[in-house]
């Protein structure tokens, strides 16, 4: 199949791009599972945006939020980055609007929108439609798409592997060719092919034991690049958020990895230990509200100490009703697990939340490969540094998607093909899986997660990431024997890219002989800045 433009995932960075893209060609977006299955419809807090600046009331600046990204980010963003996507958040919300989505505002008759607060921001900021603002961007988003003559959006359809020229043996030039596909219904695997494909497929929550994120959140994306030889920057960098629902007795990854927003502290939530204290305040005068890297660290150091399982985010002092107001999906899902949010204290652990690298791009999305785009948690662009400002997210992949579709016009216009078509072999599959093969797929995956989770989370000693190293490579050698010596289906495919992604977040990790941002390891406490810089890698 040829098409213009090919799109991998359908989050808000896919289907932005994709929109924009339409005008210009055809458009194939390829998602596995259902399209509405991605981060972006599971993002609660809201999108932080400075809407013309010329007529906030309070002040908020431009330079502000600036000021607090470059904060966050611990020495790492880069500020022109910074800059050119935040000046553009009045175009975001003005597409987001058009497209359908109706933030809140506080009265029915009011011009201004209701703004929200999370932690590191100065200023209330965060626009919002109460507290499912990626489920309500997400379907706007979808219907827009779906309407539009020149997209075609293929659910169930699993990106296996990128195809380069590089890869087909051609030396001279390395360009994306396309990808192979498989569609799950049928098993097949097909060839998509285009000359500008863009990689939207999210971050990569899955690969910790607990997570806030959805199934769909394996790394794929970045597997894949880095398996094509595109460079993959500050892996090290995976934001734990502060508040995931504390639910041991759940079963399920919906009801283990239920987020309780940011947004519900900037709403004047405290987080407390079993003692009613608000520890947070002993290690950052900014307590609760500190940005994320200082208050999970808290956390932890909180449940080490005193051996609790949890902490606790304390809402009882709210006026009665508030809580099912403002964050109503918040309120009642609680509800829904036996917990009544009015009257007793939320227990909360941190959990994986975002993947602050990804594949290398600039701020246009442009990869080291050519004609091969990456926008969103999938990227890393230098707008988040060591450490996301939180609602950073949603803004980054609007607007490097509108960057992106002109960056990729002027470098290949569409009808202008410059570039020889070379022949692309099929796939090649292996036998059948085994019953009992099956198993140990399973296995493989609790085997990681937990891995991972124990050896390379908010705090990290230099012991413990050889460890996971070690393991990791052995781990990579069984998953290699299944995915050559089976047919491919969806978890050996999650697997592979699982165990590559786990690797590259260790290998980056090891590099970095020092604690900045959300990187923190025993070993090397403070900042050096002899690290002062990127930490990138590349397979070839
Ligand atoms: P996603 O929205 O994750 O979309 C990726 C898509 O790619 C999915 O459709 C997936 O199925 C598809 N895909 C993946 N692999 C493949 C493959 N191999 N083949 C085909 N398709 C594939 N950010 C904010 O700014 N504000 C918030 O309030 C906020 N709240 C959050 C709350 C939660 C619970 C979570 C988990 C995240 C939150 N975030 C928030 C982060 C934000 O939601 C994400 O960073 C952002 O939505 C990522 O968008 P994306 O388009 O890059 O990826
Ligand atoms: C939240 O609502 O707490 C998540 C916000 C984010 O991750 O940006």
Known sequence: MNQDFLVIGSGIAG???????????????ITKGKAIESNTAWAQGG?????????????????????????????????????????????????????GVEFDRDHDDDKQYSLGKEGGHSQRRILHCKDTTGLEIAKALIETAKKHPNITLLEEHFAIDL???????????????????????????????????????????KVYLYTTNPDSSTGDGLAMAWRAGATVSNMEFVQFHPTCFYNPSATGAKARSFLV???????????????????????????????RDIVARAIDHEIKKTGAACVFLDVTHKPKGFMKERFPHIYNTLLSFGHDCEKKPIPVVPAAHYQCGGVATDVDGRTTIRG???VGEVACTGLHGANRLASNSLLEGNVVARRAIQAILKSYPVGKESFTTPPVPAWESGGTTPPDEQV?????????????????SI?????????????????????????????????????????????????CAIRRKESRGIHYTLDYPEKNNAFLHDTELRRF
């Open 372 to 374: 091969l785009y990456a």
């Open 440 to 456: 140990l797929i399973s296995h493989n995956w609790d085997e990681i997660r937990r891995m991972m989770w124990d050896y390379v």
């Open 163 to 205: 195809i380069t020229t590089a890869k087909l043996g051609i030396a001279t030039e390395d360009r994306i060719v396309g990808a192979y596909v498989l569609d799950e219904a049928s098993g097949k695997v097909n060839i998509f092919r285009s000359d500008r494909v863009l990689l939207a497929t999210g971050g990569c929550g």
């Open 47 to 99: 999108i932080s945006a400075i809407l013309d600046e010329t007529l906030r009331e309070d002040g908020d600046t431009y330079e502000s939020h600036v000021a607090d990204t470059l904060d966050a980010g611990a020495g790492l963003c880069k500020e022109e980055v910074v800059r050119k996507i935040i000046e553009e958040g009045t175009e975001t919300i003005n597409e987001l609007v058009t497209a």
């Open 15 to 29: 289907l932005s791009f994709a929109i924009h893209a339409a005008e210009h060609g055809s458009v194939t977006v």
């Open 261 to 291: 927003s940011e947004a519900v502290r900037g709403e004047g939530g405290i987080l407390i230990n079993e003692k009613g204290h608000e520890f947070p305040k002993d290690h950052d005068p900014r307590g609760s509200l500190a940005p």
């Open 459 to 507: 705090v990290r000693t230099d012991n413990r990431l050889q460890r996971a190293s070690r393991r990791l490579r052995n781990l990579r050698k069984e998953v290699r024997e299944f995915y050559w010596g089976n047919s491919v289906n969806s978890d050996i495919l999650e697997l592979r890219n699982l165990v590559a992604t786990g690797m590259l977040i260790v290998d």
